[in-house]
């Protein structure tokens, strides 16, 4: 007998589900729900290094990629879409790919997992190359189309990670780091859109949002970078700027408009008193590391 994946194994805290109460469901779903950091923390040796590759490779001018099928490829197109309003990047910088192309975001396509040609399609179409980062997902760690895309990026050099909630998973053999979150039995036997899914969508949003921090996307915790596409974000932006410049509110609002809502920018312009091409030099300067600017200013 084959051994069963660990996510794909009966729950026996929630076998009786099904005639149980709207409440006891949700509490039932919550209690597996609060296991899932738990296992993360476990990771974070893994999740580091991780961070490390990607924000080395990102200052090498490098992209990061994310592969994956169903609810993973689905994870990874929601991480990489949110990078450019979050930290104003260019959308090439950040992508997520799905096994099936964006029609399998709403709709499952057959067998798309288990392709390896839509692997070497996808990846022979995207030119990476040895600065660029794969990230390959897969919460059983032995779909094809994951498998497939680590050993393409490995045949080149490439550097890879590799998510997944699988122990023994044939993924693990083809990645330089392995994050492995085992997040065990579901609620629903089988359906890794739930702790699993959640697994995964916390260990990218770690791994994103680390690498921006460690290439000067934000200073202290605010995000610098922020691209203010609505009136939310204009008002984030404009009290960012008058925390970090020490203005006011307005002050910082009227600097923002001329500039075209450039928050690093902004506050440098504040801080100093320089016009906005004073501020893009020096920047420029110091690789866009708003806090070594002020190490570098405040010290001479």
Do not use: W
């Not at 996307?217 to 984030?236: A, E, G, S």
């Not at 091409?277 to 590391?289: D, F, P, R, T, Y």
């Amino acid at each position: 007998m084959t051994d069963i994946i660990t996510t794909e194994k009966i729950n026996p805290d929630t076998v009786n589900i099904d005639i149980s109460s709207s409440y006891e469901i949700a509490m039932m779903i919550n209690n597996e729900d609060l296991k899932v950091a738990k296992k993360i923390s476990e990771n974070l040796n893994s999740i580091a290094e991780a961070i490390d590759t990607i924000s080395e490779n990102f200052i090498k001018g490098g992209r990061l990629f994310y592969f994956g099928a169903g609810t993973s490829g689905r994870l990874g197109v929601l991480d990489a879409s949110e990078c450019p309003p979050t930290f104003n990047t260019n959308p090439d910088m950040v992508q997520g790919i799905i096994a099936g192309g964006d029609k399998a975001l709403r709709f499952a396509i057959e067998g798309a997992e288990d392709s390896i040609e839509l692997a070497r399609q996808d990846f022979d179409r995207l030119n990476i190359n040895t600065n660029d980062t794969v990230v390959s997902i897969s919460a059983s760690g032995n779909a094809n189309y994951a498998i497939e895309i680590l050993k393409l990026a490995k045949d080149k050099n490439i550097k890879t990670i590799a998510i997944t909630c699988n122990p023994k998973a044939k993924m693990s053999c083809f990645a330089n780091i392995v994050i492995c979150i085992e997040t065990g039995a579901e609620a629903i036997t089988g359906s890794t859109r739930m702790k699993a899914g959640s697994a995964q969508k916390m260990v990218l949003n770690m791994l994103t949002t680390g690498a921006m921090i460690k290439i000067g996307k934000v200073y202290k915790n605010y995000m610098i970078d922020v691209k203010p596409t609505n009136i939310k974000l204009k008002n984030r932006a404009k009290r960012i700027v008058s925390s970090i410049a020490e203005c006011s509110e307005n002050e910082a609002e009227k600097i923002l408009q001329t500039n075209g809502y450039k928050v690093k920018e902004a506050v440098i312009q504040i801080k100093y008193s320089l016009t906005l091409q004073e501020a893009v030099e020096l920047l420029n300067k110091h690789k866009g590391v708003l806090r070594k600017v002020f190490e570098n200013v405040n010290s001479n």
